[in-house]
């Protein structure tokens, strides 16, 4: 995890929020490669969920929704977590996450009397990870809905407030009714949505895992009480099978089925990763009933109803849900593409990134950066690649460190500019580059003219 997060700062994937006002826990910005990786990210599973997928189409939908959203969708009354205080030192911590430390399993969704009791039962192996002291306050619930005065001028807002959404699903559900009477889908389909959402984590932790501003990538496939489960098992599969089809190791992911289904739901799983603090959750695979779309029918008052077009049978679609961070996926990303080996003799770190996630496709040097004929070659080879993949040129410093600040960022190829590319040394070689591998550090040697289609 040290390496990660060193590697994340030193090359600017990754920086502590506000840090020049000393950081504000559970915030992160993404640096120049860091944003350049998020967006290969969300392109991926774009490309996977959405234009791979006949039935499937995008929205954006707004981050601040009527309040009586969350109302409806059970946020406001029943989305918290188990918080405990340290009445020595006044840190706040989650209960469960105490507990689990010390190997008792609680979970967020039991009742608050069965977590104080299960904690009351602990409380001598219990200690505060800040003063080391064992004396903490009752267990409570708190609630992690972030509330906002957008739109509300009145001086107590915080008595009807509204609220930065807490998932960006609530939003496919509000346009269930819009995407299917303004395009041509019929259930089942589905909506993908990608977008920022908040929560007033008690407790951030583990770097990028769980922040209180992220990014979810959230699908809800709507379908018929019939196709539930066997359209649940076929995703289970298929979002599995995505990360393997990435390059992920088979051995670092696996299957975690929930414990205590909620009321509604059919099924439960998480797609749990290897992260360098153990399995945990990277995405959830949930199969909801028709809850949601119910919930908001009778909030709303509008109907929810789907008339199958072939059979006129009228129901309330139920919920296959695909929800993963991409927070948790950027994570999940550097830990499993970082590697350390040894090349030309020399120790290395390498980040082996699937070439369509890789910040920087294809860096360009000139040989000497003294020499203007070698500078001006390579900055029409950069011209000419960068119109189709993002480049980097660089002229810095000898060209093995060049490579080596490439290869921890993960660009797959280098190109350098010599001076046979000149055509000086063997006339036959003028108008080719040399070609280096990330992974083997092998060098071939390509014309100009075949350049762009040999990378891609
Ligand atoms: N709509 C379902 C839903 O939001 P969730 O399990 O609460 O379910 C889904 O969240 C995914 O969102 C998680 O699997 C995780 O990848 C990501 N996620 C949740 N809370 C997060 C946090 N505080 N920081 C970063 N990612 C988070």
């Known amino acids: 995890m040290e390496k990660v997060v060193s590697l994340c700062k030193r090359r600017g994937f990754v920086f502590q929020g506000s840090e020049i006002y000393g950081g504000f826990v559970g915030s992160f910005d993404y640096g120049p490669y860091g944003v350049e990786l998020a967006n290969n990210i969300k392109a991926v599973w774009w490309k996977a969920m959405v234009q791979s997928e006949r039935n499937i189409v995008g929205l954006d939908s707004a981050i601040v929704t009527h309040p009586k959203v969350w109302e409806a969708s059970g946020h406001v009354s029943g989305f918290s977590d188990p918080m405990v205080e340290c009445l020595e030192c006044n840190t706040r911590a989650r209960a469960d996450h105490l507990l689990e430390e010390i190997n008792v399993s609680a979970d967020e969704k039991m009742s608050i009397e069965e977590i104080n009791n299960i904690f009351d039962a602990n409380r001598d192996k219990l200690v505060c990870p800040k003063c080391g002291q064992k004396n903490f306050s ?66 951030p932790r583990q770097y990028i895992f769980r922040k209180r501003e992220f990014e ?18 076929v995703w289970k599969a298929k979002r599995m099978q995505y990360y393997i089809d990435l390059g992920f190791k088979a051995d670092n992911l696996r299957f975690h089925e929930h414990e205590n289904l909620v009321f509604y739901a059919k099924a439960a799983f998480d797609i749990e990763y290897n992260f360098p603090f153990g399995f945990k959750e990277l995405e959830g695979v949930h199969a909801r009933g028709n809850y949601d779309l119910t919930q908001h029918q ?108 490439q290869d921890e960022i993960g660009t797959p190829y280098c190109v350098t500019i010599d001076f046979e590319t000149l055509g000086e040394e063997k006339p036959e070689l003028k108008d080719t580059v040399t070609v280096r591998h990330r992974d083997t550090g092998e060098q071939e040697r390509v014309a100009i003219g075949d350049l762009i289609k040999h990378l891609i």
């Open 138 to 203: 009752a267990v409570r619930q708190f609630n992690l809905l972030a509330q906002t005065n957008l739109g509300n001028f009145s001086e107590d807002w915080s008595k009807e407030p509204t609220y930065l959404r807490g998932e960006t699903c609530q939003g496919i559900y509000l346009n269930f009714k819009n995407v299917l009477d303004s395009t041509r889908v019929k259930v089942p389909f589905g909506i993908a949505q990608i977008g920022k959402a908040f929560r007033n984590e008690i407790a």
């Open 216 to 233: 979810q990538m959230e699908m809800q496939m709507f379908v018929s009480p019939e196709e539930e489960i066997p359209l649940y098992e």
């Open 298 to 405: 009778t909030f709303s008052g509008v109907s929810m109803e789907y008339t199958d077009p072939y059979t006129n049978e009228k129901y309330i679609p139920h919920v296959i849900e695909t929800s993963v961070g991409l927070d948790r996926t950027f994570l999940a990303v550097m830990t499993e593409f970082y590697d350390e080996d040894e090349l030309g003799g020399e120790t290395r770190v390498v980040l082996r990134l699937p070439k369509q996630l890789a910040p920087i496709k294809v860096a360009v040097f000139p040989l000497l950066k003294n020499r203007p004929e070698l500078v001006a070659k390579a900055e029409a080879v950069f011209a000419l690649v960068s119109k189709e993949m993002r480049a980097e040129f660089d002229d810095n410093g000898n060209v093995g460190k060049r490579y080596r600040r």
